[in-house]
């Protein structure tokens, strides 16, 4: 069994700072926060940027800032979401390539989210895609519905493999409007990854903690982080992101698959070496 991959995913779009104060926005706390996750077991980051007043953001000269300081203050495989958030116009989220992190979301189709669309058009993901691949940028395709893993499969038929040549899926389970978070959906998922890929698990909200055992047991990897949930356990809010990725890793290392550097990552995901 191979080691699990944990990918931190800090901030996300939705949330509002002053609401979560221990929220990550700034690119200080954003740096923090990726060092504290890196110490105590994360090997990759996704990441979503926020602006001068904690809104998020799709601002070219922030992200390349952001990608520049993840690269220099840690070891961390740098992904930038492309999925922003639900109001971000198309070619807002296909720039966010020219930012050249080593990876980047790929959401494979359009989704109800809450009570927004989360708008993925078959031809704006077939340019993602494509734009990746130019870029040498190795994508996560996100999965938030079963179909989504059909049009995986149709966009590798007809528009060949990624970067790196290497599928790695995160199935993003119990948003509203998505797949539900629970083991028989995840084992419904496994029977639709395309062969040879390898997948991370999301459990939105309280969704987290099933989903992250189902996971585990089920060979996956591992993403948490407080895009995905702020509460650590019942009535009990998440302190920051590290205590989520020190939970995913001993989890991990009690299931006999300890977290993976992010050297071993780079080699599991086809992502080039960082110098
Ligand atoms: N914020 C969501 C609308 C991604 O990062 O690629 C989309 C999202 C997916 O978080
Ligand atoms: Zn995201």
Same mark, same amino acid.
Request: glycine fraction near 10%; charged fraction near 20%; aromatic fraction near 2%.
């Given at each position: 069994?191979? &080691?699990?991959?944990?990918?931190?995913?800090?901030?996300?779009?939705?949330?509002?700072?002053?609401?979560?104060?221990?929220?990550?926005?700034?690119?200080?706390?954003?740096?923090?926060?990726?060092?504290?996750?890196?110490?105590? /077991?994360?090997?990759?980051? %996704?990441?979503?940027?926020?602006?001068?007043?904690?809104?998020?953001?799709?601002?070219?000269?922030?992200?390349?800032?952001?990608?520049?300081?993840?690269?220099?203050?840690? $070891?961390?495989?740098?992904?930038?979401?492309?999925? &922003?958030?639900?109001?971000?116009?198309?070619?807002?989220?296909?720039?966010?390539?020219?930012?050249?992190?080593?990876?980047?979301?790929?959401?494979?189709?359009?989704?109800?989210?809450?009570?927004?669309?989360?708008?993925?058009?078959?031809?704006?993901?077939?340019?993602?895609?494509?734009?990746?691949?130019?870029?040498?940028?190795?994508?996560?395709?996100?999965?938030?519905? *079963?179909? %989504?893993?059909?049009?995986?499969?149709?966009?590798?038929?007809? %528009?060949? *493999?990624?970067?790196?040549?290497?599928?790695?899926?995160?199935?993003?389970?119990?948003?509203? /409007?998505?797949?539900?978070?629970?083991?028989?959906?995840?084992?419904?998922?496994?029977? *639709?990854?395309?062969?040879? !890929?390898?997948?991370?698990?999301?459990?939105?909200?309280? #969704? #987290?903690?099933?989903?992250?055992?189902? #996971? *585990? $047991?089920?060979?996956? %990897?591992?993403?948490? &982080?407080?895009?995905?949930?702020?509460?650590?356990?019942?009535?009990?809010?998440?302190?920051?992101?590290?205590?989520?990725?020190?939970?995913?890793? &001993?989890?991990?290392?009690?299931?006999?698959?300890?977290?993976?550097?992010?050297?071993?990552?780079?080699?599991?995901? $086809?992502? !080039?070496? $960082?110098?």
């Amino acid at each position: 069994m191979p &080691g699990t991959l944990i990918t931190v995913a800090p901030t996300g779009a939705e949330l509002v700072k002053e609401d979560v104060p221990n929220l990550p926005v700034t690119l200080d706390e954003l740096v923090r926060t990726a060092q504290d996750c890196e110490r105590v /077991g994360a090997a990759m980051i %996704h990441v979503h940027i926020r602006g001068a007043n904690a809104e998020p953001t799709l601002d070219l000269g922030r992200l390349k800032e952001t990608v520049a300081a993840l690269r220099s203050e840690t $070891s961390l495989v740098v992904q930038l979401s492309t999925g &922003g958030a639900v109001t971000d116009p198309e070619e807002d989220r296909l720039r966010v390539l020219e930012a050249m992190p080593d990876s980047a979301s790929c959401t494979m189709g359009t989704v109800n989210f809450g009570d927004d669309v989360f708008m993925n058009r078959w031809e704006f993901v077939v340019e993602l895609h494509k734009r990746m691949r130019d870029r040498g940028i190795v994508p996560e395709y996100e999965i938030f519905d *079963l179909g %989504h893993l059909a049009a995986l499969h149709r966009l590798l038929d007809e %528009h060949g *493999l990624p970067a790196g040549g290497h599928v790695h899926v995160d199935l993003v389970m119990g948003v509203p /409007g998505g797949m539900p978070g629970d083991v028989s959906t995840l084992v419904a998922a496994l029977r *639709l990854i395309p062969a040879g !890929a390898t997948f991370s698990a999301t459990g939105i909200g309280r #969704s #987290s903690l099933p989903v992250l055992l189902a #996971s *585990l $047991s089920a060979g996956g %990897h591992l993403r948490v &982080g407080m895009e995905d949930t702020v509460s650590y356990a019942r009535g009990e809010r998440v302190r920051d992101n590290a205590q989520l990725v020190a939970r995913a890793a &001993g989890l991990a290392k009690i299931a006999q698959r300890p977290p993976m550097s992010p050297a071993e990552v780079r080699t599991l995901l $086809s992502v !080039a070496q $960082s110098n």
